[in-house]
T-cell receptor, first 116, second 117 residues
Framework: TQLLEQSPQFLSIQEGENLTVYCNSSSVFSSLQWYRQEPGEGPVLLVTVVTGGEVKKLKRLTFQFGDARKDSSLHITAAQPGDTGLYLC????????????????FGKGTKLSVIP | ETGVTQTPRHLVMGMTNKKSLKCEQH?????MYWYKQSAKKPLELMFV???????ENNSVPSRFSPECPNSSHLFLHLHTLQPEDSALYLC????????????????FGPGTRLTVT
């Protein structure tokens, strides 16, 4: 069974601070997706990383996929109240792992609060 | 506007009731999914449909019955639920099912918050 551990579970910071959240596994994933979910809404896809060592930037958000494709990080620079939400990572199994590579494995998420 | 809509947004039902959740996607996708999101647990995949055929049933109790009449619509029929079934039920869609060298991103609806009393 593939598991994704996200840390920290909860994070409360002041506006303008920087932060990093992590997504770790002992399993290899063919790709990894990051979502942000606001209260009462469904997850919204932020980015997909596919290649080991890949770095993607989305404005103040920087996503990195580990070289071994087992872990990922999300760094936010100068956090704003609009960044508040639950950040979920989800991994897609290796394509040759048998049936169900479309089954995403989700972490429990990091709940971020950015205080004005 | 995510392109995936779900109704109702909130539902309270007794254990003896029968109700249905509806999902509609406006993205022209071929695959649709039902997920359950409970507090302190990761999202759990329940059912997967591809071109209106069910391809996955992740050991979901029979009190949950999915239906996919066409590639744009997905239903989850509920009957004799238990209080522990209270959760956010999310629908998602993707262009196709991932497989081989291809991967397709999933787009989620806003969810139905279900409370079983």
């Amino acid at each position: 069974t593939q598991l994704l551990e996200q840390s920290p579970q909860f994070l409360s910071i002041q506006e303008g601070e920087n932060l990093t959240v992590y997504c770790n596994s002992s399993s290899v994933f063919s790709s990894l997706q990051w979502y942000r979910q606001e209260p009462g809404e469904g997850p919204v896809l932020l980015v997909t990383v596919v290649t080991g060592g890949e770095v993607k930037k989305l404005k103040r958000l920087t996503f990195q996929f580990g070289d071994a494709r087992k872990d990922s990080s999300l760094h936010i620079t100068a956090a704003q109240p609009g960044d508040t939400g639950l950040y979920l990572c989800a991994g897609e199994g290796e394509r040759n792992s048998g049936a169900g590579s479309y089954q995403l494995t989700f972490g429990k998420g990091t709940k971020l609060s950015v205080i004005p | 506007e995510t392109g995936v809509t779900q109704t109702p947004r909130h539902l309270v039902m007794g254990m003896t009731n029968k109700k249905s959740l509806k999902c509609e996607q406006h993205l022209g996708h071929n695959a649709m999914y039902w997920y359950k999101q409970s507090a302190k647990k990761p999202l759990e995949l329940m059912f997967v449909y591809s071109l209106e055929e069910r391809v996955e049933n992740n050991s979901v109790p029979s009190r949950f019955s999915p239906e996919c009449p066409n590639s744009s619509h997905l239903f989850l029929h509920l009957h004799t639920l238990q209080p522990e079934d209270s959760a956010l039920y999310l629908c998602a869609s993707s262009q196709d099912l991932a497989g081989g060298l291809l991967s397709y991103e999933q787009y989620f609806g806003p969810g139905t918050r279900l409370t079983v009393t």
